[in-house]
């Protein structure tokens, strides 16, 4: 019996070694995706949902869900308890229970609280998980995918931030003799409420993200946030108080997140008799800008700490 040569071996019968098949492709029912192609503004947006969604806990366990479910309680239920007293006690004047300065210096150490509960869900969870590579090899950029997540947790925070401060002034209407005719006054006054309500929430959302960006630990960034408030704050207003009325002091409030959103509130909201000099030593649009840049910093900041991903 004749062995096979090297070059005919493991072929079929009647095959010469130049007419051999080295590979061959079979039809498995595979076929093309003949639907819609969504592109960059459907992954920019679907970003944007699913880290609301995370930050919420939905989807997740109870116990996730708890934290914010207690802020947004604290929150409702001073404006329910506001708007009570307003209703039951009519010779109470309309703003001297809360006026919407006090709601917004009220609401700040609750915003605080609810922007280091959900900005570490926003981004230390992809670092953690590494999937921002997953991340980046699709539609989105990192400019995209930091803007969403600004979005995101400023969406969220506005829902304590303007919503409850909006349903506020509209009760209050209501309760005026003349309900139609007050809201027609005070219709500036609601505009100026949702700028200051939105740059608010735009402001601390930022900050909360950007010391995020920097661990892949969310109790780490939760920690940061928290000490980084108190320590910011205790410095800044122990400078002042040591400066006193110099005016080095009034350009250290512009440090101070506090500060700065009291002081656009106050500034812009309340008339000039109701807290003398307090908030009054920069025009309320100068407190406003202030927000707005540190928003760009902390935005170039994130940006800066997702391009060595590459």
Not at 101 to 125: K, R
Not at 227 to 239: T, W
Request: net charge neutral; charged share 20%.
């Amino acid at each position: 019996m004749v062995s096979p040569s090297p070059t005919t071996a493991g072929l079929p019968n009647g095959v010469a070694p130049e007419q051999a098949r080295f590979g061959e492709v079979y039809d498995r029912g595979y076929q093309h995706y003949l639907g819609e192609r969504l592109g960059r503004r459907s992954a920019y947006w679907a970003l944007i949902t699913y880290s609301m969604k995370r930050a919420m806990g939905i989807k997740k366990s109870w116990t996730s869900k708890v934290i914010p479910f207690l802020l947004y309680l604290a929150v409702a239920g001073t404006v329910l308890v506001v708007i009570g007293i307003e209703a039951f006690l009519p010779d109470t004047v309309s703003g001297e229970v809360m006026s919407f300065s006090d709601y917004f210096n009220f609401i700040f150490l609750i915003e605080g609280a609810f922007v280091a509960t959900i900005a570490p869900e926003m981004l230390c969870g992809d670092r953690r998980e590494r999937v921002l590579n997953l991340y980046f090899s699709r539609a989105i950029t990192r400019l995209d995918y930091i803007i969403a997540k600004v979005l995101a947790t400023a969406i969220l925070t506005t829902t304590i931030a303007v919503i409850p401060a909006v349903l506020l002034w509209l009760f209050r209407q209501l309760l005026a003799d003349k309900p139609i005719d007050a809201i027609t006054a005070n219709v500036d006054q609601l505009g100026k409420i949702v700028v200051i309500g939105l740059a608010i929430s735009l402001y601390l959302g930022t900050l909360g993200l950007v010391v995020s960006s920097f661990t892949g630990r969310k109790s780490i960034a939760v920690a940061v946030i928290f000490i980084s408030y108190g320590v910011v704050e205790g410095l800044v207003n122990g400078v002042r108080e040591a400066l006193d009325d110099n005016r080095t002091a009034e350009w250290l409030g512009f440090l101070s997140p506090a500060l700065t959103t009291d002081f656009l509130a106050i500034n812009w909201l309340e008339p000039a008799d109701r807290f003398g000099d307090l908030g009054r030593e920069f025009e309320w649009y100068a407190y406003l800008l202030a927000m707005v840049v540190t928003i760009a910093i902390a935005v170039l900041v994130m940006l800066w700490r997702y391009l060595p991903e590459d």
